[in-house]
C-alpha cells in the first residue's frame, strides 16, 4: 500500500525544458523515503507537484490512494510540509506563527506548545522569527509541518543550515515520529550519506528521470552487485583459465585479474583450486564501492 | 460564511500585527486631522469661522474640509501601499506555499485576504472620523476664544457620506488587490498604483474620467462641493467595477500555474 503514489508525471517549465521525465513515484505507507538526486535534478519539482504547489501538466497523483486534484483539501489536511526555504511571518513570533496556522488547521491549540518543545523551541519568548537564525527558522518550519499530527510529511532538504548536532537531532526526531506515530516520511536530500542512516526507501531521480526506486537494502544490494575481486598471481594465463572454468568472468588490467565478486565460498574454492594447481597467489582483496559512489554513477550514468 | 472562511479570516488578520500596513491604517487614519489640529491650532480664525455660522453645519463644514486632502491624495496613495504591503506579508515571508500547502480552498484565501482589506479600510473610516471629531475638540482646551463644538452631530449625514466614500474606494482597492496578486517585486504594484492615481488626478476633466476608478474619491468630493463631473452614478460604477474586479482578480488567481 504507498501512501504517495504517482504515475507517469511529466513536468516542464517552457516548450523544450522538460524537468520531470515520466516519474513514478511510489511511497509505502509507513516508511521513510529518502528523495535523492543533485541540485536541479527535479526533487523540488516533484514536491510542489504532490503538494498542488504547481498546476500539474501530465500524469496522474495519488495521495493516501485519492487523486490529489479531486481531493486536495482532503488530503492536504493528513499533510504537514516544508518545501525549500523556511515559509515564517518574520515579524511574528514561533506561538504567533504556529498560533495562525492552529486557525487554519483547526487543531488543539495545546499543539502550539507541544510542536515547539518537539523541536526545542520551547523558550524563544517573544523572539521574531525574522531574528531566529538559519537553522532555529528550520526547527520552527518542523514545528509547522508537525502542528497538526499528519499522517504523511513531505521535507524538502528539511537539514539546510543545521549543524552536524541539529542534523542528528532532526534525525532523531523524524526516525521517532515514523516509529511511534506511524507517520510517512518523504524526505528530500542531494546527500545520500546526509539520509542513509534514516530512510528505509530511496528514489533517486537524475535530471529528471528516475534512475532507482526500491528499499535501502535493495541498494545496498546493488553496491554488492558492483563490486569486484582482484587476483594477483604467479601465472595469470592459468589463473584466467581456472576462473573461466568456474563460470565466472574475469578481465586482466596490469597483469591483474578482475572480476564481478563472487560469494566468500566461491573466493575460498577459487583460491585452493589456483594454489592446487601450483600457481602462487600474491594478492587476492575485494573492491567495495561505497553507497556514495553507486549513487554517483546513477546520477551521471 | 462557513467556520473555515471565518478562521482563514482570522489567521489573515493575526498576519498583519504589527505589520506595516497596520500602523499605516493608523498613521492614515489620523494624519489629515492631525495636520488640521496644527492649522487650527496656529490659525483659529479657520476654525471660528466654522463656529460662526451654525446654521451652515459645523460639523458638515469641517467633515469637507478634512475630506479634500484625504479624497484627493492620501486615501488613494494609502490605498496603493495599504494593498500591496499586505499581499507582500505572503511574498517576503515565502508565504505562499506554506498557505497553499494548507487545508483551505483557493476561494477562502483569495476572499479572506479581501475582506481584511477591507475591515482595515473601515478602520481607517472609523479613525478618520474620530480624528476629525479631535481636531475641532482639542482646539477649545487650548484656545479659549474657540468655543467647544457643542453642536447636535448628524450621524446619518456622517455614516452615508462615510458609506458613499467606502463604496467609490472598493473598485481601487479590488484593482490594487489584482496587481499586487500577481508580482512578487513591491515595487511594480506600487508604482502602477500611483501612476494610476496620479494619472487620475491629471485626467480629472477628461470626459471618460470615470474609466479611471483610482479619481473617484477626488470625483466624489468635486461633486459633493456642488460642482459638475462627467460622471453623475459614481456609485453605480464602483460597485459594478468592484464586483468585476474581484471576479477578475479570482480567475487569474486560481490560474495561476505556480502557487508558491
Known amino acids: 500500500m504507498y501512501c504517495v503514489e504517482t504515475n507517469r508525471l511529466s513536468h516542464s517549465f517552457s516548450a523544450h525544458a522538460s524537468v520531470l521525465n515520466n516519474i513514478n513515484l511510489q511511497v509505502p505507507t509507513g516508511s521513510i523515503y529518502g528523495f535523492l538526486g543533485p541540485n536541479g535534478a527535479g526533487k523540488t519539482t516533484t514536491l510542489r507537484l504532490l503538494l498542488g504547489l504547481l498546476k500539474k501538466q501530465q500524469g496522474d497523483i495519488r495521495v493516501f490512494d485519492k487523486p490529489m486534484q479531486q481531493h486536495r483539501i482532503e488530503i492536504l489536511r493528513k499533510t504537514g510540509s516544508m518545501i525549500e526555504s523556511p515559509s515564517l511571518y518574520s515579524h511574528l513570533t514561533a506561538t504567533e506563527n504556529l498560533r495562525l496556522l ?136 592459468g589463473s584466467k583459465a581456472i576462473i573461466r572454468s568456474m563460470q565466472l568472468n574475469g578481465t586482466v588490467e596490469n597483469d591483474r585479474i578482475m572480476l564481478p565478486i563472487p560469494s566468500k565460498e566461491v573466493i575460498a574454492i577459487l583460491n585452493r583450486q589456483l594454489v592446487s594447481s601450483g600457481i602462487d597467489v600474491y594478492e587476492m582483496s575485494p573492491v567495495k564501492k561505497d553507497l556514495e559512489t553507486i549513487f554517483m554513477e546513477l546520477i551521471n550514468h | 460564511m462557513n467556520i473555515a472562511f471565518i478562521n482563514c479570516f482570522a489567521a489573515e488578520w493575526m498576519k498583519k500585527r504589527r505589520s506595516f500596513a497596520s500602523w499605516l491604517v493608523l498613521i492614515g487614519g489620523f494624519f489629515i486631522p492631525f495636520i ?91 479613525l478618520f472620523n474620530i480624528g476629525i471629531y479631535l481636531s475641532a475638540v482639542i482646539p477649545s482646551f487650548f484656545n479659549r476664544n474657540i468655543p467647544f463644538p457643542n453642536y447636535a452631530i448628524n450621524f446619518g449625514f456622517f455614516l452615508k457620506e462615510n458609506g458613499k466614500y467606502f463604496i467609490i474606494c472598493l473598485p481601487m482597492v479590488a484593482l490594487q488587490y489584482i496587481i499586487s496578486l500577481q508580482f512578487k517585486n513591491f515595487l511594480i504594484p506600487v508604482g502602477t498604483g500611483l501612476a494610476l492615481v496620479i494619472g487620475g488626478l491629471i485626467a480629472l476633466s477628461w470626459k471618460y474620467i470615470y474609466m479611471i476608478p483610482s479619481a473617484y474619491t477626488a470625483l466624489y468630493f468635486i461633486r459633493s462641493k456642488g460642482n459638475n463631473v462627467p460622471v453623475h452614478n459614481l456609485l453605480e460604477w464602483s460597485l459594478g467595477y468592484f464586483l468585476l474586479f474581484i471576479l477578475l482578480g479570482y480567475w487569474l488567481y486560481v490560474s495561476k500555474k505556480e502557487k508558491g
Not at chain 1, 141 to 162: F, M, R, W, Y
Not at chain 1, 168 to 175: A, C, G, P, S, Y
Not at chain 2, 100 to 116: C, D, Q, R, T
Open chain 1, 102 to 237: 492552529q486557525k487554519i488547521y483547526q487543531c488543539p491549540k495545546e499543539r502550539i506548545s507541544q510542536s515547539l518543545h518537539t523541536v526545542g523551541l520551547a523558550d524563544t519568548g517573544n523572539k521574531k522569527a525574522g531574528q531566529f537564525s538559519l537553522g532555529m527558522k528550520q526547527r520552527l518550519s518542523i514545528a509547522v509541518a508537525l502542528l497538526h499530527q499528519p499522517a504523511l510529511l513531505i521535507l524538502d532538504e528539511p537539514t539546510n543550515g543545521l549543524d552536524p548536532n541539529g542534523i542528528i537531532e532532526i534525525r532523531d526526531l523524524l526516525k521517532k515520529l515514523n516509529e511511534e506515530q506511524g507517520i510517512s516520511i518523504i524526505i528530500s536530500s542531494h546527500l545520500l550519506s546526509e539520509i542513509e542512516k534514516l530512510v528505509t526507501h530511496v528514489g533517486i531521480i537524475s535530471r529528471g528521470n528516475m534512475v532507482f526506486q526500491g528499499t535501502l537494502k535493495d541498494l545496498i544490494n546493488k553496491q554488492q552487485q558492483a563490486s569486484s575481486l582482484i587476483i594477483e598471481t604467479s601465472d595469470t594465463e
Open chain 2, 36 to 126: 488640521t489640529l496644527i492649522i487650527f491650532l496656529v490659525y483659529p480664525k479657520q476654525l471660528l469661522s466654522m463656529h460662526v455660522d451654525i446654521s451652515r453645519n459645523f460639523w458638515g463644514l469641517l467633515f469637507q474640509h478634512s475630506w479634500q486632502s484625504m479624497a484627493f491624495m492620501l486615501l488613494p496613495m494609502g490605498i496603493v501601499l495599504a494593498v500591496s504591503l499586505i499581499t507582500q506579508i505572503e511574498f517576503k515571508n515565502n508565504g505562499w506555499k506554506q498557505l497553499h500547502a494548507a487545508p483551505i480552498s483557493f476561494k477562502n484565501i483569495y476572499f479572506s485576504k479581501l475582506a481584511v482589506l477591507l475591515v482595515m479600510l473601515l478602520q481607517l473610516f472609523v
